[in-house]
């Protein structure tokens, strides 16, 4: 798994910045689009993945995007850092793409209104299992405290600068970094567990 995600390892909670301390100055600014692209795209990969985008369209997601950015970078004023400002782009496009696709997924059922088969399922190594893991994990938590755990937890943003991405207050952003963790716990307890009483069957 990425980073802190690891089982087993305890993710210490940053201390809130005290009242009054000043926030580190933004890094000036890339001021072409090849900069942008060089310096943040990695970023707005995980983004793109993040917010639902299935393999096979991550790259024409990834090439909007970056159209948006050649087309506005001139607007982009340097008040939010530049990661704020590309997170609001790429959900812009992540969610005109997805009204898009259910457009067309409409249409095809209009044509063939049979269900497609179902995917293969994923090879079972070790890695994919912990994947698999996270993923059903994530889905069962609220958007709010997906949206908190996934920036922190899985793109390594800092605490405030994700409160300040997704529009709230530095305690919210904590409290519900907080109970997602505290559920992701629970979570690798219960598949610890399950995991021993499978290997105590298999040996009994």
């Known amino acids: 798994m990425t980073g ?7 993710v210490r909670e940053p201390e809130p910045r005290a009242s009054g301390t000043p926030r580190p100055a933004h890094a000036a600014p890339p001021r072409t689009l090849e900069e942008v692209y060089a310096r943040h795209s990695d970023f707005v990969w995980r983004i793109v993945r993040r917010m639902g985008i299935p393999d096979h369209a991550v790259e024409d997601v990834m090439h909007e995007v970056f159209l948006v950015v050649h087309r506005r970078l001139d607007d982009y004023d ?3 850092s530049m990661t704020t400002w590309l997170y609001h782009l790429t959900r812009g496009v992540v969610s005109n793409h997805r009204r898009s696709r259910l457009r067309e997924q409409r249409r095809l059922r209009l044509v063939d209104p049979r269900p497609s088969a179902a995917p293969d399922p994923e090879a079972h190594t070790s890695r ?11 889905e069962q938590l609220d958007s709010d405290k997906r949206e908190v755990f996934e920036l922190v937890e899985l793109d390594g943003l800092p605490v405030p600068e994700v409160a300040e991405l997704i529009g709230v207050n530095l305690n919210t952003a904590y409290s519900r970094l907080r109970a997602a ?5 629970q979570a690798v ?3 610890r567990a399950a995991d021993g009483r499978s290997q105590r069957s298999q040996t009994a």
């Open 181 to 185: 963790r505290q559920r992701f716990g």
């Open 78 to 80: 340097g008040r939010a």
């Open 128 to 138: 994919g299992q912990a994947a698999a893991f996270v993923r059903e994990f994530l």
């Open 4 to 10: 802190g995600l690891q089982a087993g390892v305890t």
């Open 189 to 191: 307890a219960r598949m």
